[in-house]
């Protein structure tokens, strides 16, 4: 009877343990894409502002070089 009683607790909590490792991974994907589109998200505004910096120090050489 009390064998019975820890067999059954020892399968709930396994069940739970179960429940919450598959729920962590869940958030853990979920926390990974949406780290991953952040990253994104902040390496093509990275881009973007190079790439204006880049125009305005290109322009600013030409006329540096032309003496204006």
């Known amino acids: 009877m009390i064998r019975r009683r820890v067999k ?4 709930e909590v396994k069940t739970i343990l179960n429940d919450a490792k598959s729920k962590l ?7 990974v894409k949406a780290l ?3 990253s994104k998200e ?3 505004s990275l881009k973007d502002e190079f790439a204006k910096f ?3 120090y290109e ?5 540096k ?3 204006v």
Do not use: H
């Open 59 to 63: 322009k600013f050489s030409k006329e």
């Open 36 to 38: 991953s589109k952040s």
């Open 54 to 56: 880049q125009s305005v």
């Open 42 to 44: 902040c390496e093509n």
């Open 8 to 11: 059954k607790r020892l399968l």
């Open 25 to 31: 991974e869940r958030e853990r994907q979920t926390f």
């Open 65 to 67: 070089a032309a003496g």
